[in-house]
């Protein structure tokens, strides 16, 4: 982790408008990454079907395999190895600031009162939660306390451990009391932890199938921030809209006459879809309606190119942004991935009706489950990481230059001489009027739902299509670890009309051109960018002659072109 991230992560975390500032009264914004699949194991994580996809089934397949006693040890050695402190390390050294930590409030809970009173919490398993806010607080990593499964359920999907599929947090009393319990109790025992940036009350509530409970999620957040407040005055509250926490409708009235917090984070998710402007800009007009920050709290589960243009989404919006997830089974798209253990499609055959392995086999293969979670034991995949910060060596995708507009991040040469004809767009970045185009597809919409990782197809990729004069602007950060690294940049261009030159340069040097000649795409360069250094840096292409379409640039390390 640089210096500086370092220092931004000091004191209570607050809202001032539509900022975030940090306890010396510094403007920040949360990078971080989420721990999906620890308190709450989610079984695609575990690549699981829906037979094994949320945490009571995986917990019931485990316990008729090697018995209670053995089920016990299993989960004992999962919750304590699953984040341990060798990942809380290795997420600050890659330079993220900020943790989200979901929570499975029956993880929590150990029952009632003889009377059915309040609920009684398992001490032993708050500790868990306890030593990883330690170790955040040694090594400079604010934590978002997030309730991903509330009592009862909130959601009535797999993601929240419903046992029916109903989120019965909203339609039976009990859970409804055990939620503002909950989050009274953590209130209380971490009023005083500066190191915890806020209280995310619930994770993504009631999708629209269950609008008709849209109205009871405000009085429940009121009642749930007045119990807070009763116990903690200084932590911020982290509020999430209803359906995949992407409809912001029901804080309508939320910031008016009777505004719920004066000290209020607004949350939405973002997957599969357009990393543009125009997919986020709803977020951003109720930003400055309300005057409030807001926060992308949950996005991902893509490839590394939509992970480039969506982060940088975020990044030039002033955005908050929390990564989903920090380690699964054999991923491409994670920074860790867990070694798939031999012999685990005997476990998805068994929960697909078919033989039920031995105990000693079913054993034998779930502690080695436990062996490769191990941040050591996992293949752990820096490319990952560098698409999210934009950290070189990395490749962009052409169409993921700045979102900080017109005259900021790119220019138009037939704008500005006022000649520029309306060309027919993809849907995608529509708003900037840019010419983007499909490489070679008779596709008319472009397309970025790759859930799996896996990469664009050829008729799936977009480039942009340059005139002289046209510029575009690729911001990137330097690797703080090796300070001295030389760097060059390589380009995937093709010539429209026979001929066309590209001009590079860094943060405003120009520092050399290529020439693509023929119609073919081909890659060309490398311009030598010397040593970057540390922080942020802007690379400009400028079309200096002819017309060319540019598919992607990449930046890689000098030594090793």
């Avoid at 509530?205 to 609008?211: K, Y």
């Avoid at 009235?253 to 997957?271: C, M, R, S, T, W």
């Amino acid at each position: 982790m640089s210096q500086r991230r370092k220092q931004e992560v000091t004191g209570f975390v607050r809202a001032d408008g539509s900022k975030l500032r940090n306890g010396a009264g510094e403007e920040l914004l949360l990078r971080g990454v989420g721990f999906g699949s620890w308190l709450l194991p989610e079984g695609y994580m575990w690549k699981f079907p829906k037979e094994g996809d949320r945490p009571r089934r995986i917990e019931a397949m485990i316990e008729r395999l090697i018995g209670r006693e053995k089920a016990e040890l299993f989960w004992d050695s999962y919750y304590n190895r699953y984040v341990a402190e060798e990942d809380i390390a290795r997420i600050a050294e890659d330079g993220f600031n900020s943790v989200r930590l979901p929570i499975n409030a029956r993880f929590l809970l150990a029952g009632t009162g003889a009377t059915g009173g309040a609920p009684i919490y398992r001490e032993e398993r708050l500790k868990l939660i306890d030593r990883v806010i330690d170790w955040c607080r040694t090594y400079r990593l604010y934590v978002v306390l997030d309730l991903h499964g509330a009592p009862g359920g909130q959601t009535g999907a797999n993601i929240d451990d419903s046992e029916f599929d109903r989120p019965e947090l909203f339609t039976v009393e009990a859970s409804w009391r055990q939620t503002v319990d909950l989050w009274s109790m953590l209130a209380d025992r971490y009023k005083d932890e500066w190191i915890v940036a806020g209280y995310d009350l619930l994770n993504e509530p009631l999708p629209e199938w269950f609008s008709s409970l849209y109205g009871k999620v405000m009085p429940l957040y009121r009642e749930i921030v007045r119990a807070i407040r009763e116990v903690d005055s200084r932590h911020m509250i982290i509020l999430e809209g209803v359906h995949w926490s992407t409809d912001w409708s029901i804080f309508e009235g939320a910031f008016g006459d009777e505004p719920l917090d004066d000290n209020v984070l607004l949350q939405f998710h973002k997957y599969w879809n357009n990393p543009d402007t125009e997919s986020i800009a709803r977020y951003l007009e109720l930003r400055d309606k309300w005057n409030v920050p807001i926060f992308m709290g949950e996005g991902g589960e893509n490839n590394k190119d939509w992970y480039a243009g969506a982060f940088r989404l975020f990044e030039d919006h002033d955005i908050s942004w929390n990564f989903w997830t920090w380690k699964k089974l054999g991923t491409t798209n994670s920074p860790c991935s867990i070694r798939i253990p031999e012999g685990w499609g005997l476990l998805v055959d068994y929960l697909q009706g078919g033989a039920k392995p031995s105990a000693e086999t079913a054993e034998r293969i779930l502690w080695s489950y436990l062996d490769n979670m191990r941040l050591t034991d996992c293949e752990y995949r820096p490319e990952v990481v560098r698409s999210l910060l934009r950290r070189a060596p990395v490749r962009i995708p052409a169409v993921f230059y700045g979102y900080k507009g017109e005259g900021v991040s790119f220019g138009r040469a037939a704008a500005e001489a006022g000649t520029e004809q309306t060309a027919a767009g993809v849907g995608f970045r529509t708003g900037d009027r840019t010419a983007i185009r499909f490489v070679d597809s008779e596709r008319t919409t472009a397309t970025f739902a790759h859930g799996g990782g896996e990469e664009w197809q050829p008729d799936q990729w977009l480039c942009v299509e340059m005139s002289a004069g046209d510029w575009f602007v690729y911001d990137f950060i330097g690797d703080d670890s090796k300070p001295q690294e030389e760097l060059a940049v390589r380009f995937k261009l093709q010539a429209v009309d026979g001929a066309g030159k590209l001009e590079a340069a860094l943060n405003g040097r120009t520092l050399g051109s290529v020439e693509a000649r023929g119609g073919n795409w081909r890659e060309y360069g490398d311009i030598e960018l010397g040593a970057a250094g540390p922080g942020d840096h802007a690379l400009t292409v400028r079309c200096t002659a002819g017309s060319l379409r540019l598919m992607w640039l990449e930046l890689l390390s000098a030594a090793r072109k």
